[in-house]
C-alpha cells in the first residue's frame, strides 16, 4: 500500500478510499482536514505518515513527538496548551482534551531529538539553546480514530517530551502559530 499510494494522483487516491468505504465527503468539514492534506501527508515520504492496507481496512500509522512545554514563572509553575486552531476557510477546531502543547509528525529523515527542536521551532517560534532542558519521558502507541481524518483508523507511535522553558523565550500572552491553512494559538495556564 505504501508504494501503491506513493504512485497515485489525487483522483487515484479518492477512488481508493471510496473503495475501502471511506465516505470522502466529511473531508474537509467541521474539524476534519481536507482529502488534499490527506493525500499530501501520506503520499510525501518526509511527511513521515503511511498508510497500510489489510484485511482490517486501512491503517494510517503516523511517529509523533508530544512535547509538554514548562516555565517557572518567579515561582509560579506555568504549562503551555495548544487551545485552538483557526482555518483559513473559518473553520474553528477547540483542543481541551490536548495534554502536550505541541504534537508534532516526525519526519522520516530526521533524528527524535531534531523532530523535537523542529516542532518547537516552529510551533512556537522558539529555538532551543544548549542551555534549556528538554528530558526524555517515555514512549506509547495508541490507536483510535483519527479527528482529522474521517473514517480512518490511526496508529500513534508517541514519544513524549518535557521542555523547561528559559526566560528570554518566555511570551506572556502565549503564542500563534501561522501556517498556510490555519492558525494556532498557544496559551499559558497554571499547572
Known amino acids: 500500500m505504501i508504494w501503491e499510494v506513493l504512485m497515485m494522483d489525487l483522483a487515484q487516491f479518492e477512488e481508493m478510499l471510496v473503495g475501502s468505504g471511506i465516505d470522502v465527503s466529511l473531508f474537509g468539514r467541521g474539524e476534519a482536514k481536507t482529502l488534499d492534506k ?3 501527508e501520506v503520499s510525501d515520504p518526509t511527511e513521515g505518515a ?5 484485511e482490517n481496512g486501512l ?13 517557572n514563572n518567579r515561582g509560579q509553575l506555568l504549562k503551555l496548551r495548544e487551545v ?3 482555518f483559513n476557510d473559518g473553520r474553528h477546531r477547540s483542543r481541551p482534551d490536548r495534554q502536550a502543547a505541541i504534537s508534532e509528525k516526525c519526519h522520516s529523515d530526521e533524528t527524535i531529538m ?5 516542532a518547537i521551532e516552529e510551533e512556537l517560534g522558539v529555538k532551543i539553546t544548549q542551555h534549556e532542558s528538554v528530558l526524555e519521558l517515555g514512549r506509547n502507541i495508541v ?24 526566560e ?7 503564542y500563534v502559530e501561522v ?4 492558525k494556532t494559538y498557544f496559551s499559558w495556564e497554571r499547572a
Do not use: A, C, W
Open 143 to 166: 490507536t483510535k480514530k483519527s479527528q482529522s481524518y474521517p473514517g480512518i483508523l490511526s496508529e500513534y507511535r508517541i514519544e513524549y517530551f518535557l521542555y523547561i522553558m528559559r
Open 59 to 71: 491503517l494510517r500509522v503516523v511517529n509523533l513527538v508530544n512535547i509538554h512545554v514548562m516555565y
Open 50 to 54: 503511511m498508510l497500510l492496507q489489510d
Open 84 to 86: 485552538l486552531q483557526v
Open 168 to 174: 528570554e523565550n518566555f511570551s506572556p500572552e502565549g
Open 38 to 40: 490527506f493525500f499530501q
Open 114 to 118: 531534531s523532530s523535537v527542536q523542529r
Open 179 to 182: 501556517q498556510k491553512d490555519k
